[in-house]
């Protein structure tokens, strides 16, 4: 009776075992190429990244042309027409939805941290480079450590929560920290305007979309911190859909079509001018001008 017991717990062992198997081995890239639609997570209330335009009512942004752009070139990888399902995420829902599959990639200006990559995986490499900043009243703060104990300002969600104190910690600060949380970066704004906050911690392309023709009257203090790599993420343990992703971001790069989009929304010409370059670069002095952030062939 023990040995039989023994033999069919081998059994269901070696079941399990190949069920977990087949399962791993299907990638999303095989559904995506089935149904002929990728699903992309994306914004409606980041300018410049994601927003309804309030002139024409559409949806429009440096990540929306970017995910457009994504969607033909996985097309052209897997030899077929494929088509962009747009879902709305925010920040809250854009790490769950890639987790329990509900979508394929999030395009929503999210940073690549330690605490997301636990949940998802990330696409190489991070399409946009930026970083944070203290941003308040013009003359108001000389410095970082001005802001030290003062009411700043974060969206719900944004790792501007742990950044802005962690830099501050850095630089002495020992006093309580203050810090109020927001739907978005519009009330993160306002509540700037209206005095309830004394500064508003956000990465720089963000602030530049919403602070618009306003920000003559605010300034950043200090200088930029902790790295804001926007990366494109995908559910976690799927090398070969998160490969399939890295690969078309790197065409679009090595091609001269993600320069275009990037000089569209953020060139001296475009829509919202960054005053850093935030392309994903190598240094140029190992790489000079051919320092794209590509994988060789």
């Known amino acids: 009776m023990r040995k039989r017991s023994l033999i069919v717990l081998v059994v269901l062992?070696?079941?399990?075992?190949?069920?977990?198997?087949?399962?791993?081995a299907k990638s999303i890239y095989d559904e995506v190429k089935k149904r002929g639609v990728v699903r992309i997570g994306h914004g409606i209330d980041v300018p410049p990244l994601c927003m309804i335009d309030p002139k024409d009512k559409e949806l429009k942004g440096f990540d929306i042309d970017m995910a457009e752009a994504m969607t033909k070139q996985i097309g052209k990888i897997m030899g077929k027409d494929i088509k962009m399902e747009g879902v709305v995420v925010?920040?809250?829902?854009?790490?769950?939805?890639?987790?329990?599959?509900?979508?394929?990639?999030t395009i929503r200006s999210m940073s690549h941290t330690r605490s997301r990559d636990e949940q998802i995986d990330y696409a190489e490499p991070p399409y946009l480079w930026s970083g944070k900043i203290f941003y308040a009243k013009k003359g108001k703060f000389k410095k970082p450590m001005d802001i030290?104990?003062?009411?700043?300002?974060?969206?719900?969600?944004?790792?501007?929560?742990?950044?802005?104190?962690?830099?501050?910690?850095?630089?002495?600060?020992?006093?309580?920290?203050?810090i109020l949380s927001f739907q978005n970066n519009a009330e993160c704004f306002l509540a700037l305007k209206q005095g309830k906050v004394d500064s508003f911690i956000q990465d720089t392309p963000i602030i530049a979309g919403v602070a618009g023709s306003e920000g003559v009257d605010y300034e950043k203090v200090g200088p930029i911190f902790s790295p804001g790599l926007y990366g494109m993420g995908v559910p976690p343990n799927d090398s070969?859909?998160?490969?399939?992703?890295?690969?078309?971001?790197?065409?679009?790069?090595?091609?001269?079509?993600?320069?275009?989009?990037?000089?569209?929304?953020?060139?001296?010409?475009g829509i919202a001018p960054l005053p850093i370059n935030a392309r994903p670069r190598l240094p140029e002095d190992l790489f000079g001008d051919r320092n794209q952030f590509v994988w060789p062939r």
């Open 13 to 24: 062992s070696l079941v399990a075992s190949f069920a977990s198997s087949a399962l791993a």
């Open 90 to 105: 925010n920040n809250k829902t854009r790490i769950a939805f890639l987790a329990n599959r509900r979508i394929d990639i």
């Open 148 to 178: 030290c104990g003062k009411r700043m300002a974060v969206v719900q969600g944004s790792n501007a929560y742990l950044a802005g104190q962690d830099y501050l910690k850095e630089l002495g600060c020992k006093k309580k920290f203050k």
């Open 240 to 269: 070969k859909w998160r490969d399939t992703i890295s690969f078309a971001l790197q065409d679009l790069i090595a091609n001269g079509t993600y320069e275009k989009i990037y000089q569209k929304w953020f060139g001296p010409n």
